[in-house]
């Protein structure tokens, strides 16, 4: 009905609308994405017949983003380092190579924290990425650029990845939706910095989305191969899913009570699932699910099967440069010279820590296990659990400093390996998203997109910034 560079043509037109205002896209590709959309023109002017084409690129001049973590061929792969600045991919990430033979035209790479290890989109390359519903708010991070230019209606589909909560956060503050896929489905290749030792079993990449239908085809061209460790052909039938539900965490001290709204919206999703589908939904209470941060934390740490060492993030600080010294760097970021941003230098300076108290990281990485065992238990084949993204909306700029892990929220299904996908459910009172995160046994990837699929036709899914 329309042809591919209308589409790509509306899409450079907004960004560049939009982008002075929110810096998501932080390098552009609109000369080489605009040619491409051309060159899919022709081949659907004098091409085969429709079902063909379709099957061969499902994704066919579908225009997309990538997290600037991802090698775009041609474009920077900085990952927010200043050492790192002048570093420009020689060739493509795994999945964009996939989405790119699929047919999908991406427009530019997005920005990210610091590599990618905070929670607020923010690096001193490309400044600072701000929220489309509330320019004083944070998108979240590290995947920040994706959610915000998605939710900016800026993109069709953005590629983010996620170590702890790195998709999931930033669709939950802009509003939109996040796969993170079961673990080791999806390669992680082509991105900076990589998983190494037992981290790899914790990193996933996954699709964002506006739209929940987007997520399956799009988890599917990522996935290539790997697909068939998925269940994405098996019908849903959402009646016979025995849903739980768990309100909070149960109380950790080293994260904030869960805010009043996100309860509200959490509590209309158990009631409409109820009453529109006729499921008893269980009320949960998982012991352990309170010591998240501290099990995410000791088993990102820890050492795995042929005792590797985790890599240390003081050593990425010092990628392309000379070796970095937190506390010489804290030094001179209080005087405006250090060229890492505060978080960075908090968590290298933090990391000698964790690694001091041997006996109790043993006892939390044995605490995890536990945890993943009672959760594919308490799951199994048919269950989906309905958690809290994260516990507060949007905050302001900055104030992630104050409660750095409330991450946990979401970095506790990395270290289970479970499949999650973060669904919007509206705006609450100050304008600012709701959402809700819906978690499977590993392997059940369509349990949770299929009822993400069912709660945007109840809850009405993403709402474009500015229309309330």
Sequence with gaps: QVACIEVVEAYVERIKEVNPLINAVVKDRFEEALQEARQVDKLLSEGPGDDCLEEKFPLLGVPITVKEAFSVYGMPNTSGLVNRRDVIATSDATVVSRLKQAGAIPLGVTNCSELCMWYESSNRVYGRTNNPYDLQRIVGGSSGGEGSVLAAACSVIGVGSDIGGSIRMPAFFNGVFGHKPTTGVVPNDGQFPNAHGVRTSYLCTGPMCRYAEDLEPVLRVMAGPGVSKLKLNEKVLLE?????????????????????????????????????????????AIHKMKYSFQIWSAMMSSKDSEGQEAQRFTDLLGDHGKPVWPLWELM?????????????????????????????????????????????????????????????????????????????????????????????????????????????????????????????????????????
């Design 240 to 284: 016979k899913i025995k849903f739980h539900c768990m309100d909070h965490d149960g109380g950790s001290i080293f994260v904030s009570p869960v805010d009043k709204e996100i309860l509200q919206a959490q509590k209309k999703v158990v009631e409409h699932l109820e009453s529109d589908l006729g499921v008893r939904v269980q009320h949960v």
């Design 332 to 468: 001179k970021w209080l005087v405006g010279m250090s060229s890492h941003t505060l978080p960075a230098i908090a968590l290298g300076l933090t990391e000698k820590l964790v690694n001091l108290n041997l006996s109790g990281s043993a006892k939390l990485v044995s605490m995890g296990k536990s945890l993943q065992e009672e959760m594919e238990a308490l799951l199994g084949p048919d269950g989906v659990l309905l958690y809290p993204s994260h516990p507060t909306i949007a905050p302001k700029h900055h104030s992630p400093i104050c409660m750095p892990f409330n991450f946990a929220y979401t970095a506790i299904f990395n270290v289970l390996g479970l499949p999650v996908t973060q669904c919007p459910l509206g705006l609450g009172s100050e304008g600012l998203p709701l959402g809700i995160q819906l978690v499977a046994a590993a392997y059940n990837d369509h349990l949770t997109l299929a009822v993400a699929r069912y709660l945007e036709k109840a809850f009405g899914g993403w709402v474009l910034p500015g229309e309330v």
